[in-house]
């Protein structure tokens, strides 16, 4: 999963390895002292990650613009509201629900999610439909692990997720905001079972701040970041591809595949460039766009005989 020289990226838009290196020690230092409960155990899977195959050798972007500008509407539509209103979330106690066409269904908590498969350190490329993009050092695990566990079953054909609903912490989830909520996403089976899609409890070897989807998200790094739900409470398997909140809102902006693609623009801009955050306020979009991101060897397998226009 190594860049080529074909896919460059400055050092002006990414953190030094050595301050990478000092900064992840400082976070697990600082954290390991302020984390109680579930936390704990969240804490302790992101300590020590391996070290994956899977990880683009890219420099990661600072943590700084990591948690500082996200998009996470149920806090806000400006770039730093998450990080300015994410407190208010209570992460812990936290379970998710497996449901549908699975063998074991139930709640499982936090701690027994986290058992599924050990840690790893996935450093991704992570592309948003908005044209910009970052390089960020996940730690979690392959989904297809916890889908095992609740054992899959044959007449499942799609993954269902869905976030946390909790008005009275996220401020944003009122029928005022324009956005049906709870927020909604689904994959493909196979995409799914993808060994680079992964669940992930944090960054930078430390549990995911609030803002960045704690205590766990989904992160599918050859499709545009919106795909990636955050706050996950539900996972369910079914035979038909489930509503997603974007392409139910806009369905001729936000396709249900989502894959990044250079060669199909959104209605508004194009997605042949990409500007690549921490390069400066003035940064151009200049960086190419990589078909899936920079995965297509690993995934456009995925989608042979598919029109990916049509299936945007």
Known sequence: MRNDPKRPLTHADVTPKELFL???????????????????????????????????????????????????YEFGFGKEDPAQNAGRLVTDPWSVEIAGLVDRPGTWGLDDVLRSAPAEERIYRFRCVEA???????TGFPLAALLNRAGVQPSA???????????SQMPMQTPGSGIEWPYVEGLRLDE?????????????????PNQSGAPLRLVVPWKYGFKSIKAVVKITLTDRQPPTTWNRMQPNEYGFYANVNPAVDHPRWSQATERRIGGGLFSSRRVPTLPFNGYGEEVASLYSGMDLRANY
């Not at 054909?157 to 008005?167: G, N």
């Not at 799914?192 to 995911?208: E, N, R, V």
């Open 22 to 72: 000092n900064r992840r020690a400082l976070m697990a230092g600082a954290l390991a002292g302020s984390v109680t409960g579930s936390g704990l155990l969240a804490a302790a899977a992101v300590a020590k990650p391996a070290a994956s195959p899977y990880s683009t050798d890219a420099a990661p972007n600072t943590l700084k613009d990591i948690t500082s500008y996200n998009n996470y």
């Open 132 to 138: 910009w993009s970052m390089v960020i050092p996940w």
């Open 157 to 167: 054909k799609y993954v269902a997720f869905q976030t946390l609903y909790r008005p």
């Open 192 to 208: 799914a079972m993808h060994p680079l899609t992964i669940l992930a409890s944090g960054l930078y070897d430390a549990p995911l």
